[in-house]
């Protein structure tokens, strides 16, 4: 399975979906112009990996912003690979990176962790 990669912009996060080793990272801005489709490929690609996945697989979240419809694109990103877990294929978690300062990157992981069923590991980080 071919790697998902896309260079960040100023409104759309650096992607590196890496299927040999399991980690899956954004990192960056997301606030794309219309959201759903600059995430189905994600979600379609999380489809194709769910079939052949590594026996870890990390999200490592690392956004500085996002909107509300990358919101609901992150949310289906996350219940798509839901299904590593409850099939028992992959250990799934996510590592939500915030800076020590940003209590909405903070509340907003710890929202995701509420409503997914993978755990989220909150990390701060110094800036």
Do not use: H
Not at 74 to 83: M, N, R, V, Y
Not at 84 to 111: C, H, P, Q, T
Not at 113 to 126: A, K, Y
């Amino acid at each position: 399975m071919e790697n998902y990669v896309l260079e960040g912009t100023p409104k759309s996060p650096l992607v590196n979906f890496n299927a040999e080793t399991g980690v899956l990272l954004l990192s960056g801005r997301s606030i794309p112009e219309n959201a759903r489709e600059f995430y189905r490929p994600m979600i379609e690609w999380v489809e194709k990996y769910n079939t052949n996945p590594k026996q870890q697989t990390t999200f490592d979240i690392c956004l500085e912003y996002f909107n509300t419809s990358s919101s609901k694109a992150l949310f289906d990103l996350f219940k798509t690979a839901e299904q590593l877990n409850l099939k028992g294929n992959s250990s799934v978690i996510v590592k939500w990176k915030y800076e020590n300062d940003d209590w909405e990157m903070r509340d907003a992981g710890l929202e995701y962790s509420r409503i997914i069923q993978i755990p989220v590991e909150m990390i701060e980080i110094d800036v």
